[in-house]
């Protein structure tokens, strides 16, 4: 019996079969299904938002993409698992914006993302965040 396929790969290989827009239905379905299960910020629908904006990079869809980031990026974690997913969410987003010429905005959520980790490890000092601590 084959393995169950996530959204996102069922996605992905719509999107290789020239159905684009059958993936897209796929992840946005999920994402939807994800928020009215288990709640807006809940990590399970944030992540089906980060999902869903893995497919829409694949597809070319940049806008989409970056409002999917935005979706997952307001976790409210409720463990150090889903803390530490809305840090890497956060990190996406700020490169994607960067990426997109969204400049003050990337550097907003990647500064606010730095303040976020200084809060949740504790300040880190050049020496200790790059090894050199001889």
């Known amino acids: 019996m084959p393995a169950l396929m996530?959204?996102?790969q069922r996605a992905l290989e719509a999107l290789q079969r020239g159905n684009p827009l059958s993936g897209?239905?796929?992840?946005?379905?999920?994402?939807?299904?994800?928020v009215q299960s288990f709640g807006p910020q809940s990590g399970r629908a944030c992540h089906a938002h980060f999902e869903a904006s893995?497919?829409?990079h694949a597809a070319?869809?940049?806008e989409e993409m970056l409002m999917s980031l935005r979706a997952?990026?307001?976790?409210?974690p409720a463990n150090e698992d889903?803390?530490?997913?809305?840090?890497?969410?956060?990190?996406q987003?700020?490169?994607?914006?960067?990426?997109?010429?969204?400049l003050a905005e990337?550097?907003?959520?990647?500064?606010?993302?730095?303040?976020?980790?200084?809060?949740?490890?504790?300040?880190?000092?050049?020496?200790?965040?790059t090894g050199n601590t001889a």
Do not use: C, H
Not at 93 to 102: P, S
Not at 115 to 123: K, M, P, Q, R
């Open 6 to 8: 996530s959204a996102l």
């Open 24 to 34: 897209e239905r796929i992840v946005t379905d999920a994402a939807k299904i994800a």
């Open 54 to 56: 893995q497919f829409f």
């Open 60 to 62: 070319g869809k940049p």
């Open 72 to 76: 997952a990026a307001r976790i409210a």
């Open 82 to 91: 889903e803390q530490a997913a809305r840090f890497g969410y956060l990190f």
């Open 93 to 102: 987003l700020g490169a994607a914006l960067d990426r997109a010429g969204q």
């Open 106 to 129: 990337a550097e907003r959520v990647l500064r606010d993302l730095v303040s976020d980790l200084g809060e949740a490890y504790g300040e880190l000092s050049q020496a200790s965040a």
